[in-house]
């Protein structure tokens, strides 16, 4: 049924590419404007709809760029506001999104900030800032970015793509040419030689130098008020809610310590109502088991917070699990090298 509805979707996936193409061509041949900024500015972005761990690299490099001077700069998907707005203690996930939201709480000594235009945010930051960390721009052509981080999940790159509608691709597979740097995330660890191969075959061997891989690396359950670390749930009875692209990588993973899972899927940034939480606390107090706990993912846990949902989970078990990236020990040197050398190469014009 599936490959019906994409084969009468293939005519809007070929109008939709030729825009695309179009559009793309505009921005190279200089009639649509893009703007460059002279400080260094990291676009971290993928070309399919849908996660594909811009978070957690995002979070990477923040930690590797620890020396300067950062904003983290959004568009805040699913925020109910608009225009530039600065993270602070006032804000929630429905003021700045969820993603930004968690950069806020997560690197209190950066700047995070939102703005749909983000032309106009550059210059508001830039003249008290090092770096700017622009999340998920890399179809934002109006931003000249001087490094260009792509990101494809491993699972979704060996399989066939297809253009939107027919398919989850935002541009061709070939505009990966426009990245300085092509980094495969939620990829086995190790990767074998064969696995590696393909993904190469796929990507322009030109690229080579540039294509890194890496896997999540999952930290600890923390409970989503009090911060108590969880060790130990082996053979808990557990009640999962997410509202991320694809929850099989945490599935796959809690799996390791209990064959009992209850999964409440939603769509990615889903706005958890307070129906959907009531839901998930009926069956967690009607199941019988003694040992049980609700998880949930780090980025799903900022749209809890809300005063609506808070007070229905207070004395509940809840806890969330963060997770990073672990770049291949082959890869990291030069991943890092390329962006620590961009950075410290890039001077302000004076």
Sequence with gaps: MINYVRLLLFPFAILYGFVILLRNKLYDWGIFKSYEFDLPVICIGNLVVGGSGKTPTTEYIVRLLADYKIAILSRGYGRETKGFLLADKNSTAKIIG????????????????????????????????????????????????????????????MKMQFLLPMGNLREPLRNYDRANAVLITKSPNPVNMVDQVEVRRKIDTSLDLRISFSSIKYGELTHLFTKEIKHDIIS?????????ANPKPLLTYLNQFSQYIHSFE???????????????????????????????TE????????????????????????????????????????????VASTKRIS
Excluded at 109 to 138: P, Q
Excluded at 150 to 155: M, T
């Design 299 to 342: 980025k799903d846990s900022q749209r809890l917070l809300g005063d609506n949902l808070k007070d229905l989970l207070l004395n509940l078990p809840i806890y969330y699990l963060p997770i990073e990236i672990e770049l291949a020990p082959k890869d990291k040197f030069t991943f890092d090298k390329n962006i620590l050398d961009y």
């Design 266 to 296: 939603y769509p990615d940034h889903h706005d958890f109502s307070q129906r959907n939480i009531n839901e998930l606390i009926k069956a967690f107090n009607e199941h019988p088991a003694k040992e049980k706990i609700i998880i949930t």
């Design 236 to 244: 808990f009875e557990i009640f999962l809610l997410t509202g991320i």
């Design 98 to 157: 969820d993603e930004p939201m968690q950069y806020f709480q997560k690197f209190p000594t950066i700047t995070v900030a939102v703005c749909e235009d983000r032309v106009k945010g550059i210059n508001v930051l830039k003249d008290t800032h090092d770096v700017i960390l622009l999340d998920d721009a890399y179809q934002h052509r109006e931003v000249k970015a001087g490094f260009n981080i792509l990101l494809f999940e491993f699972d979704k790159l």
